[in-house]
Antibody
Framework: EVQLVESGGGLVQPGGSLRLSCAAS????????MHWVRQAPGKGLVWVSR????????SYADSVKGRFTISRDNAKNTLYLQMNSLRAEDTAVFHC??????????WGQGTLVTVSS | QSALTQPASVSGSPGQSITISCTGT?????????VSWYQHHPGKAPKLMIY???NRPSGVSNRFSGSKSGNTASLTISGLQAEDEADYYC??????????FGTGTKVTVL
């Protein structure tokens, strides 16, 4: 059974940093592109970032470019999102998702990030 | 990249059919057959319902179907059931090699 479990969320002050993790199991992690998607309170889903299977190619939404870094450790079956210079508008539930071409075929339940003083 | 446009809410009675639209541009929806749809019950993991415009993953009810015409994609739910009540999002590949979601539609079963 495919499982994606996010962790690392919490309360952080504006300007602070946080690193999210996504532990993957039930499939060969190193074969798949992976994504981060977020949902602010009361708002819709927003694509954040993606990384290819070997970690050499990444892409970001304009809203996080230069502040967030996606990475992966295929030996540990884990996806990461390093978030720096956090802003109040980054407050959201962050989901990791397994990519399959142009879509996401498995998702985690998400981890909540709250940016507030 | 602007979000794709969906109606905020759609409702229907049990057994009826409803259709959710997803409008983009020639740089996303209209330019590629890479539209997908997701069902999201708040607090849970989103679930893939349709991929590549009209393909249904294994295990998804055949009451769900997808289509596209020009810059607008659509998700139709036939034989509406109480369990279908959820938020639905479309997504498309874009000419910037990124992905964009729709604004989301709340489906209510009356």
């Amino acid at each position: 059974e495919v499982q994606l479990v996010e962790s690392g969320g919490g309360l952080v002050q504006p300007g602070g940093s946080l690193r999210l993790s996504c532990a993957a199991s039930g499939f060969t992690f190193s074969n798949y592109w992976m994504h981060w998607v977020r949902q602010a309170p009361g708002k819709g889903l927003v694509w954040v970032s993606r990384i290819n299977s070997d970690g050499r190619s990444t892409s970001y939404a304009d809203s996080v470019k230069g502040r967030f870094t996606i990475s992966r450790d295929n030996a540990k079956n884990t996806l990461y999102l390093q978030m720096n210079s956090l802003r109040a508008e980054d407050t959201a539930v962050f989901h990791c998702a397994r990519g399959a071409g142009s879509y996401f075929n498995y998702w985690g339940q998400g981890t909540l990030v709250t940016v507030s003083s | 990249q602007s979000a794709l446009t969906q109606p905020a809410s759609v409702s229907g009675s049990p057994g009826q059919s409803i259709t959710i639209s997803c409008t983009g541009t020639s740089s996303d929806v209209g330019g590629y057959n890479y539209v997908s749809w997701y069902q999201h019950h708040p607090g849970k993991a989103p679930k893939l319902m349709i991929y590549e415009v009209s393909n249904r993953p294994s295990g998804v009810s055949n009451r769900f179907s997808g289509s596209k015409s020009g810059n607008t994609a659509s998700l139709t739910i036939s034989g509406l059931q109480a369990e279908d009540e959820a938020d639905y999002y479309c997504s498309s590949y874009t000419s910037s090699s990124t992905l964009v979601f729709g604004t989301g539609t709340k489906v209510t079963v009356l």
